[in-house]
């Protein structure tokens, strides 16, 4: 079946320093795939996302491109700052036909960002 | 995009009890989806709900657990019932196909 992987962490970086939160997928079709992040405190909110294959997307400075030959889905960021302190959530959603989908999240990487 | 909110936010809830959560949408959607994130890990859908039709639960979930109510397309409710500490989670509203939003969550602790 379907599955994310992403990297364990907790992850801690200076402020400015550069980041990457690895994930891989595994689908048997073609899925799209999701960055999500959730704040102390908060709901999961959409960072970003990619359709189809070689598709970038990006946000606040965040990006992640849909690389199919390695179905990989890493998301980087060149700075980070203290705000960015959060966890951050790969997902994919897969197509069950008739405009449903399938959702699959993987376990989650938090980040913790010092000053 | 669609703003969510859920109640409770957090309870503390004792065995054998349940709780009803909450969720309203500021637009009317035609999916809600509820899911379960517990400590320490990741997302797990518990069971979709239109509006008018009985909700479909995933694989390990049923309905006399988990009863959810959608009254209209604003509004659900999700009942965990007769709780264990093995419920305690975070219970999260959700509503979109591709690029869903989620509510800000429901924190669950079961003594």
């Known amino acids: 079946g379907n599955s994310v992987t992403q990297m364990e962490g907790p992850v801690t970086l200076s402020e400015e320093a550069f980041l990457t939160i690895n994930c891989t997928y595994t689908a048997t079709g073609y899925p799209s795939l999701f960055w999500y992040v959730q704040y102390p405190g908060e709901g999961l909110q959409l960072l970003l996302k990619a359709t189809k294959a070689d598709d970038k997307g990006s946000n606040k400075g965040f990006e992640a491109t849909y690389r199919k030959e390695t179905t990989s889905f890493h998301l980087e960021k060149g700075s980070v700052q203290v705000s960015d302190s959060a966890v951050y959530f790969c997902?994919?959603?897969?197509?069950?036909?008739?405009?449903?989908?399938?959702?699959?999240f993987g376990t989650g990487t938090r980040l913790k960002v010092l000053a | 995009s669609a703003v969510i909110s859920q109640k409770p936010s957090r309870d503390i809830c004792q065995r054998g009890t349940s709780l009803t959560i909450q969720c309203q949408v500021d637009s009317q959607v035609t999916m809600m989806f509820w899911y379960r994130q517990q400590p320490g890990q990741s997302l797990t859908l518990i069971a979709t709900?239109?509006?008018?039709?009985?909700?479909?639960?995933e694989s390990g979930f049923v309905i006399d657990k988990f009863p959810i109510s959608r009254p209209n397309l604003t509004f659900s409710t999700l009942t965990v019932s007769n709780m264990s500490p093995e419920d305690s989670s975070i219970y999260l509203c959700?509503?979109?196909?591709?690029?869903?939003?989620f509510g800000p969550g429901t924190r669950l602790t079961v003594l």
């Open positions: 997902a994919l959603s897969d197509t069950l036909g008739e405009g449903t989908y399938k959702y699959i």
């Open positions: 959700s509503v979109g196909e591709q690029g869903k939003f």
């Open positions: 709900a239109n509006q008018g039709s009985e909700a479909t639960y």
